[in-house]
T-cell receptor, first 115, second 118 residues
């Protein structure tokens, strides 16, 4: 079975500050891991994904995440927050084996960026 | 590339009527599409997996007679909410699966449909 825990349902940072959104996963098989962003009343946009290649993954809009197997974590970071980063962020996991391609979602973290 | 559209983007209907939502993969073929439901300030809940040419696979607790899914072509899946009631009001999101590198499939998401049932 797989699960995702996003620590902190709301995160608030100042513009220009470091963004850190936490995601821990549980998986009995090697996972694929994803971060998606959702702006109000819109669908989801893939920020980045880990698919068992490099453990440090760079995504769009300056975001990156590091897969740490020992910590079962896949935290999302951005060195300097912009006002446009304010949105809902979802971490998701799925199996990289077999025919199970369902995404298991975290509950999301709402990021607020203060001027 | 890999664009998924949904139509309509929003719909308001009266209680008891049926509403059809379309999900299209615009520049790729998708044998599998997924339908999600999202309540305000909550995560996505997978409703069903739609497979082209076969019956959809519904998640536990989702009424298949209430939420009819048809995946008649490789670029179109439809979700029909039958006899809609106010509690069906929600944001419905679809995704279409694209096979990459022969072994890894990635989901691309539509922009969502906001359903309000009066």
């Amino acid at each position: 079975a797989q699960s995702v825990t996003q620590l902190g349902s709301h995160v608030s940072v100042s513009e220009g500050a470091l963004v850190l959104l936490r995601c821990n996963y549980s998986s009995s098989v090697p996972p694929y891991l994803f971060w998606y962003v959702q702006y109000p009343n819109q669908g989801l946009q893939l920020l980045l994904k880990y698919t068992s290649a490099a453990t440090l993954v760079k995504g769009i809009n300056g975001f990156e995440a590091e897969f740490k197997k020992s910590e079962t974590s896949f935290h999302l970071t951005k060195p300097s927050a912009h006002m446009s980063d304010a949105a809902e962020y979802f971490c998701a996991v799925r199996s990289n084996a077999g025919n199970n391609r369902k995404l298991i979602w975290g509950l999301g973290t709402s990021l607020a960026v203060n001027p | 590339g890999a664009v998924v559209s949904q139509h309509p983007s929003w719909v308001i209907c009266k209680s008891g009527t049926s509403v059809k939502i379309e999900c299209r993969s615009l520049d790729f073929q998708a044998t599998t599409m997924f339908w999600y439901r999202q309540f305000p300030k909550q995560s996505l809940m997978l409703m069903a997996t739609s497979n082209e040419g076969s019956k959809a696979t519904y998640e536990q607790g989702v009424e298949k007679d209430k939420f009819l899914i048809n995946h008649a072509s490789l670029t179109l899946s439809t979700l029909t909410v039958t006899s809609a009631h106010p509690e069906d009001s929600s944001f419905y999101i679809c995704s279409a699966e694209l096979s990459l590198s022969g072994f890894y499939n990635e989901q691309f998401f539509g922009p969502g449909t906001r359903l309000t049932v009066l």
